[in-house]
C-alpha cells in the first residue's frame, strides 16, 4: 500500500463511520449532541475561510448566524415560504452585511479589527433584541421566534425525529470542507495567506490583499447564515440570546483556535474536543457553576496556545504522517 | 528606449523632505545604481516608485505610462517588481509556495503557477531548496528568495534593495553573477546597494542622492572619482585627494 491508497482508506472509514452513526446511537440527546458538534465544526470550518487563512480574527461571526436563522424564520412564519428558500435569502443579506464590516474594517490590525466585529455583532443584537417590528417583520425583541412543529417534511426543513436533521447537517459540513480545500489550492488560497502573513510584500507581488479578504468574508458570512437557518429549524425557537450572543462568536473562536486555524482538519478537531467537554460540563456543573464550559475552553486555550501555538492538528498531523509512513513500510515489507 | 523615467519627484514626511525633486532616467536593459549614505532617501525613493507611497509631487513614467500613485499591485502586473530591504518571507510556507503566490499574477491556473516557479527556482539555481520551510532559510537563501518572487512576476524592470547586504563576499560574488545572468535575459534592474564593491562591478550607471538630492550621476568610475560623492561619504576632510 502506498500513502495515497492509506489516505483514500482513512477518508472512506470516516465517512462510513459519520454516515453509519445514526444506525447504531438510537439515543435522541447523544444525537443532539453529535448534531451539535457537527453545527460548530460547520461554522467554524466557515468561520476559517476569514479568520484562519486570511490571517484576521473575526469575532462577531455570531451577527451571521441571527441574520441566516431570522431571515429564514421570518419569511417562515409570516409568509409562508419554505425555509430552504429563506436559507438562501439570509444567505445573501449576510453576504452584504459582511461585505459592510468588512470594506472599512480590514485595514485595521490585530485587536482593532476583532474589536470592531464585536462591536458590530453586538450592535446588532442590543436592536434585535429591544425591538419587536423591524418594518414590517415582527421579531419579538428578547421573546424570539417559535416554529411550531406542524407541517413536518422535507420541504419545511421540519422533522419529527433527530437523524434527518444529522444527515444534514452532515452533508452541510462536507460540502463545506471541500469547498475549503477547493479553495486552499487556488489562487484565492495562496492570496489570502499571502496577504495576512506579509501584506506588504504581497501587495508587491501583484495581491490585491483587501479585496481577496473581501471575496473571503463574503463567502464566509454567506456560509455561516445557513448555518442560522439550520439551527433554527432544528431547535425550533431562537432568541438574540441564543444565537447573536457574543458566547457563540467566543466558542467559534475558541474551536478555531485549539484545533488550528487556517488548516482544513483544525476546525473539526477543535469541534471534537470541545463541544463533548462542553457538553458535559454543563451536564454536571449546568445548576452549580453555569458557565464552567467557557471557563474549562479558556484552560484549555492557554494550554493549547502554550505547547502547540498553531493547534492540535499540527502533532495530530504529524502522528498520522507517521502512521502511515508506519504501514506504508510493513505492507511493502521493505 | 527609456523603460523608467522620474522628473521633479519630491516626497514630504510632515517637515522633512525625505526626496527632493530627483530627476532619473533608465534605459531598457540597464543595470542602474543607486547609492547614498544612510538616510539619503533611496528606499522612500523605491517606494515612491513602486507605489507603496504616492510622491507629493513630480511624475514617474514607466513604459511611456504615468504610473504616479497607481496602487502596488496594479503596477506589479504591468511589469515593475521589487524586493524589500528588510526580507518578508511567507514564514510559514515553503519557498514553492512563496514563489507561487507570485507566478498566479500571470494566470489563474495552479499547475501554471507551479511550473513558472520551478522554473524561476532553476534559473537561481534554488530549486533543491524548494519543500524548505521560508522561515527557515538563511539570511543568503531569503535575499534569494526575495529575488525569486520577484522575478516571478515576470517584471519588466526589477528594483532591489539592498539584496546584498549582510552577505560573506563569496555570497556577492555569487550574487553579482545572478543578477547580471537575469540582465542578460532581458530585465532591467534598478539596484541600491552599499556594499561599493558589487555596485561598482555591476552598474551600467550611478546616481548618487544625498538628504533626498542628486548630488552625482555618471559610469562607475566617473563616480569613484566625483569630489561631491568622496564628500558626502568620508566628509570634507578627504575631498582633496
Redesign the interface.
Known sequence: MNPKQINKIALIAILLIAFGLPLVIRSATYLHILVLLFFYAYLTTSWNLVGGFAGVLPLGHAAFVGIGAYSSTILFLQYGISPWIGMLVGGVLATFAGVLIGLPTFKMRGAYFALATIAFAEGFRVIVENVDYLGPFKINGPRGLQIPPLDTGLANFLFTTKEPYYYIILIMLIAVLILTYVIS???LG??L??GG??P??????????ARAKLIAMAMSSFLTALAGTFYAQFTLYIHPKSIISLDLSFEIAFIALIGGRGSIAGPILGALLLRPVGDFSRIYFGDTLPGMHLVIFGLVLILVMHYQPRGLQEPLTRLYANLVQRITQKTTGR | MILLEVSGMTKQFGGLRAVDSLDLSIEKGQIFGLIGPNGAGKSTAFNCI?G?FAPTAGVITFNNEKINGQ???DL??KGL??T?QIV??????SVL?NV???S??TT?S?SV?EEKAIKVLESLSFSDKKDILSGNLTIADRKRLEIA??LA?EPKLLLLDEVMAGLRPAEVDDMVQVLKTIRDQGTTIFVIEHIMRAIMALSDRIVVIQFGKKIAEGTPKEIANNENVIKAYLGEDYAVA
Open positions: 489550492r487556488s489562487k495562496y492570496y495567506n499571502a502573513e506579509e506588504e510584500a504581497a501587495m508587491a507581488l501583484g495581491v490585491n490583499v | 513602486a507603496a496602487k502596488p499591485w506589479c502586473k517588481a521589487r524589500f518578508k518571507p511567507f514564514a510559514s510556507k509556495y507561487m503566490v507570485a498566479f499574477v489563474n495552479r503557477a518572487r520577484a512576476t
